[in-house]
């Protein structure tokens, strides 16, 4: 008995604990971004970086990044920690490449084209012998219209409950962003540090990692991902 109190301390310590995050602080090497990255299931990674004043108060852009097995047929990001009415980022290997398609979900079936994100693919994006991985500044993944039609914006100085999901099946048409696609295999929740993962290099480092058609080739081509 008299373990029993300490031990229940403790567990529900660690419980306050992970419920506040579960990002931590990642360099990746192909772009020299800080991210606060987390990996939430199935080898499955996302990873977020924001500008320095990033806050509720006001629309931001993001940094974005994605990895995730080549087995799995699509993974997906949902910004509001829920499937509908919020923006999705849906992610999957396209050859040596990896697409994304900009999604909403106006009920519980294929999310439909969503035109208010719009993503600049960054370098570090591609593909490798086991993972594909990609990289944008996405404006309009922060901040969306409500169900009632008001902005809002995620907390850019707080903790955020996102959502993920994947499916193993391959989406119909990898080189088509606007491919149908099955239903997800699993989905789950998690919670990301935005506030750590703010930067006042968050502008040199888009502009560091600005790709052309060529560079972006030569990347893919090169094939080697610090994942
Ligand atoms: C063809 C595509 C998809 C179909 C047919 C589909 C269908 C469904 C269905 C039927 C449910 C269960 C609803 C319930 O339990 O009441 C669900 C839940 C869920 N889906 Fe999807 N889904 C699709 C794509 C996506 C995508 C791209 C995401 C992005 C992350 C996503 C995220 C979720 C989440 C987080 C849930 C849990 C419940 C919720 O948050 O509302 N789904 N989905």
Known sequence: MKLTYPLTGLLSLFTLVSAQSDSGSFVDADTGITFQSATVTEDITYRLALPADASAEKPYDVIIQVVAPIELGWVAWAWGGSMTYNPLTVVWANGKSATYSSRQALGYYTPV???????????????????????????????????????????????????????????????????????????????????????????????????????????????????
Not at 138 to 154: R, V
Request: aromatic fraction near 14%; proline fraction near 3%.
């Open 113 to 227: 084209m969503y035109e208010d994100a719009k993503y600049t693919v960054l370098k570090g994006t591609g593909t490798n012998s086991t993972h594909f991985k990609f990289t944008a500044l996405c404006s309009g993944c922060a901040s969306w219209p409500d169900f009632d039609g008001n902005p809002s914006t995620l907390d850019g100085a707080g903790q955020v409950n996102f959502a993920y999901a994947y499916s193993r099946t391959p989406v119909d048409e990898p080189a088509n962003s606007e491919t149908t696609f099955s239903i997800h295999d699993s989905v789950g929740h998690w919670t990301h540090d935005l506030g750590a993962a703010r930067s006042d290099k968050f502008s040199s480092w888009v502009a560091a990692n600005k790709v052309t058609n060529s560079t972006l080739r030569r990347h893919v081509h090169v094939g080697r991902y610090g994942y």
